[in-house]
Every structure is written in C-alpha cells, then in structure tokens.
C-alpha cells in the first residue's frame, strides 16, 4: 500500500524481452533499503522487485511486467529513457501524507486539456465512463501514482473531472513531462470501490 506522494523519479535503463518482459529502473534509493520481494509503485503502478544492483553511477531494481498490468496501463508504452514516479510501500508508523493507493491501475485516463494558473495549473483528465461512478468532487485519485484532490467533474454526458497541479508537484514528478493528449494511469479511491459495490448489493 502507498500515500500517493513521489520520493524518487526513476528511469528505465533497459527493456528485456525474452518470453516475458522485464524493466530495469535506475533510482536514488540506497540499495540496502530496497527489499528483494518488496513492492514499489511506478508511476502508480505496484510493481515487485526481483532483482536490484549498481550499474554506472546509478542503484537500480527490477520488475517483471504481466500481460495483464500492460492491458490496464501505461506500462506498455515504456522505453529506455522514460521517467517514472518512484514510491517505496507505506510502513506502519509512516505519515499518511495523501491518500492509501493500492497500485492496482483500474484504467488509463488521457490529459484532454491544460489551462494555465497564477499559481497552479489546472488539468482536465479524460477517463472512460466506466469509472465516472467512483470519481466525486473533492475526493481523491492517483494519477501516475500522485496522490490528488478532484477539482471539479463535468456533467454527467462527459467523463471528464479536473485536478490542480501546484509547481512543487510538477518540479518533483513525472509530471513537467506531461503535455496535452498524455496518457497516464488512474486509480480511483479504493474506498469509492466498496461504496459502489455496496449500492449495488
């Protein structure tokens, strides 16, 4: 389980392909606090650690990609060179600085437009309708794995909601990177998971 809030942004140094797929991520963590077994959201999705070393001047650690994980994010589309946000499991006794994320993507979500603040600025995200039942005003999204506030959602024919991106976030994430028509993963609050499921009962 993760918070939502960055520690590290990492990049994928190597894509092995040989049956299956796994990714290689460099990272500033110290290799004696990463744990063969343990988990580490990337880019919001939680991912195992097989493997981790030292090659460079850069830690790294990797990760086996299933085919179910590519079919539900953003995964499928990483190469060499791609940033990812980087946050280690939640221990007890942590600060819950944002919201409990599980990593479990429920679908990818595109950035349909971008509106420039004074001190902030404002991303309308365009995810599929399926999910508009989990998404409320004021509640919480993991988009690539940050830990957000849903702004404002749009009338009930538009799948769209909003969210603010303040500078400390867009220094410290993936998230300079993001630009119109960027895709990202969204998981929904899982708490708006058993609610839906209960109304449904």
Known sequence: MFTGIISDIGEIIDVIENGSRAIKISCSYPLDDIYIGS???????????????????????????????????????????????????LKVGDELGGHFVYGHVDCIAKIHDIEQGENSNIFIIDYPKDFKKFIARKGSVSLDGISLTVNEVFEADESMFTVNIIPHTKKFTTWSDIAINSEINLEVDPLSRYLANYKDI
Do not use: M, P, Q
Not at 63 to 89: A, H, P, Q
């Open 39 to 89: 988990s580490i959201s990337c880019s919001g999705v939680c991912l195992t650690v097989v493997d981790k070393g030292h090659e460079g001047n850069k830690n790294f650690f990797l990760v086996d990609i299933s085919k179910e994980t590519d079919d539900k994010s953003t995964t499928k589309y990483w190469k060499i060179g791609s940033r990812i946000n980087l946050e280690k499991s």
